[in-house]
């Protein structure tokens, strides 16, 4: 089992717990009461390099990263320093995160925020909106093309943005079929956790353009920035 299926089975068996206590019609009241989310995509399109700045405590490839006691106000932080949008990590056994701390970065910052999860079913869509993301990540490694078409579906109807990761060539394709419009590169792989910086450089050739491309994972500083944006991001 790779390390991308053994989170996966454990985001499925959190899933099932809260569905057992929260039902699928709670969530569409509480998307409901949310109003319309917020759309990245005119920040995302401005000249310049945006930034997704992320609210992430640990990882399955470093472990523990950071205490966060407060995530809205380091969210609130990261808007002032100019991000364009806040992801925030609500995976909780490998990432620490909860669906609380989206609550609390929604509640705070004004700009889009990014549920950033492994989503695996139509719930956690409804889910991700009724906690007030305004986008979500799609993973196609973990999806079938049939899965993928479906939560996309379900994320559009509900107005929302979905940033679709890849880190294949096979991937793009798969993820281009499927009408993307936001496309993340990841320079980890995410079955062996193995980190390439000249992933984005070398797959961003293969991405048509019109397609908003981001630049995800061995990022550590603002040259590191300079040289994905000269890339494409």
């Given at each position: 089992?790779s390390v991308l299926?053994?989170i996966?089975?454990?985001?499925?068996?959190?899933l099932?717990?809260?569905?057992?206590?929260?039902s699928?019609?709670?969530l569409e009241?509480?998307?409901a009461s949310?109003g319309?989310p917020?759309d990245?995509?005119?920040?995302?399109?401005?000249?310049?390099?945006?930034?997704?700045?992320e609210?992430?405590r640990?990882?399955?490839?470093?472990?523990?990263?950071?205490?966060?006691?407060?995530?809205?106000?380091?969210?609130?932080?990261?808007?002032?320093?100019?991000a364009?949008?806040?992801?925030?990590?609500?995976?909780?056994r490998?990432?620490s995160?909860?669906l609380?701390?989206?609550d609390a970065?929604?509640?705070?910052v004004?700009i889009?925020v990014?549920?950033?999860?492994?989503?695996?079913e139509?719930?956690?869509?409804?889910e991700?909106?009724?906690?007030?993301?305004?986008l979500?990540?799609l993973?196609v490694?973990?999806?079938t093309?049939r899965?993928?078409?479906?939560l996309?579906?379900?994320a559009?109807s509900l107005?929302?943005?979905?940033?679709v990761?890849?880190h294949?060539?096979e991937?793009?394709?798969?993820a281009?079929?499927?009408?993307v419009v936001?496309l993340?590169v990841?320079n980890?792989n995410?079955?062996?956790?193995?980190?390439?910086p000249?992933?984005?450089?070398?797959?961003?050739?293969?991405v048509?353009?019109g397609?908003?491309?981001v630049a995800e994972?061995?990022?550590?500083d603002?040259?590191?920035?300079?040289?994905?944006?000269?890339a494409?991001?």
């Amino acid at each position: 089992m790779s390390v991308l299926d053994d989170i996966i089975a454990g985001v499925r068996i959190d899933l099932d717990a809260r569905r057992e206590t929260v039902s699928l019609d709670d969530l569409e009241r509480m998307a409901a009461s949310m109003g319309d989310p917020l759309d990245p995509m005119p920040a995302f399109r401005s000249p310049g390099l945006s930034v997704i700045a992320e609210v992430k405590r640990s990882s399955p490839s470093k472990g523990h990263l950071a205490e966060i006691p407060e995530p809205a106000a380091l969210a609130a932080e990261y808007e002032a320093g100019g991000a364009s949008a806040i992801s925030v990590l609500t995976e909780q056994r490998r990432f620490s995160g909860s669906l609380a701390d989206l609550d609390a970065v929604r509640k705070r910052v004004g700009i889009p925020v990014l549920r950033k999860d492994f989503m695996v079913e139509p719930y956690q869509v409804w889910e991700a909106r009724a906690h007030g993301a305004d986008l979500i990540l799609l993973i196609v490694a973990a999806l079938t093309d049939r899965q993928l078409t479906s939560l996309a579906r379900v994320a559009t109807s509900l107005r929302m943005t979905c940033l679709v990761e890849v880190h294949t060539a096979e991937e793009i394709a798969r993820a281009v079929d499927a009408g993307v419009v936001l496309l993340g590169v990841n320079n980890r792989n995410l079955k062996t956790l193995e980190v390439d910086p000249g992933m984005f450089a070398r797959l961003v050739t293969y991405v048509p353009d019109g397609i908003v491309k981001v630049a995800e994972s061995g990022l550590a500083d603002a040259a590191d920035a300079a040289t994905a944006a000269a890339a494409g991001a």
